[in-house]
């Protein structure tokens, strides 16, 4: 897990690989031998500048600009509904807007996560999230790598993710981190 770099670290991609432009949230294809940029690199996805435009490019394709995928998680076999949450909470500290350095929970875009059991002994995730602007067009993107990311914790079956609006979100929830991080503190 890397933290912010602001290197524009130069890249090329190895093969055709799935896009999704930013922040307009439309998925595009890059072909194989596309200069770019890597701009921000955090929680296991890419952000890339590639001739004037932003795209995320997701963890799992991350060999196609010759990087690592991010490791499994791994859970002990006895493990209880807090070692879960626990997890869960770690999970969601790695999706990140495309535009902005800092986590979802530090922006203070996540309103509920609540972990129950079903009768199957996995795990249901209900999380309540917001956006930094309605009209978002990474909206549904960070929706499914939030999805994505909490289902891939052994035990959780299934991650219900909801979008509100109510409250809306204001600078005053972000964390004082995250305030640090955009120079709003």
């Not at 500048?49 to 791994?74: C, H, Q, S, T």
């Not at 991650?159 to 004082?176: C, I, K, R």
Request: with cysteine; aromatic share 6%.
């Amino acid at each position: 897990m890397g933290g912010y770099s602001n290197t524009s670290e130069p890249i090329v991609f190895e093969r055709d690989c799935d896009a999704v432009m930013v922040p307009q949230g439309q998925p595009v294809t890059l072909p194989a031998g596309q200069n770019g940029y890597i701009t921000q690199a955090l929680g296991g996805s890419f952000t890339v500048f590639v001739d004037g435009n932003l795209f995320r490019i997701d963890g799992k394709d991350a060999d196609a600009i010759g990087k690592e995928p991010p490791e499994a998680i791994e859970l002990a076999a006895d493990a209880s509904d807090d070692d879960v949450e626990k997890l869960v909470w770690r999970q969601l500290h790695t999706c990140f807007d495309p535009e902005i350095p800092v986590n979802i929970v530090d922006l203070g875009l996540v309103y509920e996560c609540a972990i129950e059991k079903r009768d199957d002994g996995e795990r249901k995730v209900k999380i309540a999230m917001t956006l930094t602007a309605p009209g978002c067009g990474m909206g549904d993107i960070l929706v499914d790598d939030v999805r994505t990311k909490v289902e891939a914790v052994p035990t959780v079956a299934e991650a219900d993710v909801e979008l509100t609006f109510d409250p809306p979100w204001n600078h005053s929830m972000m964390s004082d981190v995250a305030k640090l991080e955009t120079g709003m503190m």
